[in-house]
T-cell receptor
């Protein structure tokens, strides 16, 4: 079974549209993340949720809104898509609640969603 | 932005050892050094992490400088399947990891 799965794998859409990317993990982790990878392979964190609570919100346009209905899911909704939003978006999970367990818990990534805005 | 410095690319011959360097001069005393790699068309995968002592696992070895401002990921015998982008983020916990643009490792047959 896939540990961290995200859908869709590819998303092609036009400027101005609203789209969502879904992510689910079956590892029992308490923390989930969204990362954005640009064309130069630079991988940057966007959001982090711990037990459904937002704990990291990097400088991301408010057109991006994460939603975590439960610990196993973290979805990313994007409003009014722009050309510059084209990238690969990765979901990840780990133990992040603090303490030794979080220090020694690696991130588990999904295989990414390639978003192309035309 | 990225707090680590890595070469953009490196090459290695198959079956030979590879030493991938990383500078993290702003690391604090409680930050762990992590290494991840990303195979083509996949998400990053965990390789190894450590705090002060050198670490070994089935995938690689991690050598950490005494001042902790740099580290080296060692692949003892590179295979074609090791061709990937290698990242070395550091943080006090996994939830604060920030990756840079990594090192593209090419393994030559």
């Amino acid at each position: 079974d896939t540990a961290v799965s995200q859908t869709p794998k590819y998303l092609v859409t036009q400027m101005g549209n609203d789209k969502s990317i879904k992510c689910e993990q079956n590892l029992g982790h308490d923390t989930m993340y969204w990362y954005k990878q640009d064309s130069k392979k630079f991988l940057k964190i966007m959001f982090s949720y711990n037990n459904k609570e937002l704990i990291i919100n990097e400088t991301v346009p408010n057109r991006f809104s994460p939603k975590s209905p439960d610990k196993a899911h973290l979805n990313l909704h994007i409003n009014s898509l722009e050309l510059g939003d084209s990238a690969v978006y990765f979901c990840a999970s780990s133990y992040g609640g603090g303490g030794v367990k979080s220090y020694n818990s690696p991130l588990h990534f999904g295989n990414g969603t390639r978003l192309t805005v035309t | 932005d990225a707090k680590t410095t890595q070469p953009n690319s490196m090459e290695s011959n198959e079956e030979e050892p590879v030493h991938l360097p990383c500078n993290h001069s702003t690391i604090s005393g409680t930050d762990y050094i992590h290494w991840y790699r990303q195979l083509p068309s996949q998400g990053p995968e965990y390789v190894i992490h450590g705090l002060t002592s050198n670490v070994n696992n089935r995938m690689a070895s991690l050598a950490i400088a005494e001042d902790r401002k740099s580290s080296t990921l060692i692949l003892h015998r590179a295979t074609l399947r090791d061709a990937a982008v290698y990242y070395c983020p550091f943080s006090g916990s996994a939830r604060q990891l920030t990756f840079g643009s990594g090192t593209q490792l090419t393994v030559l047959p």
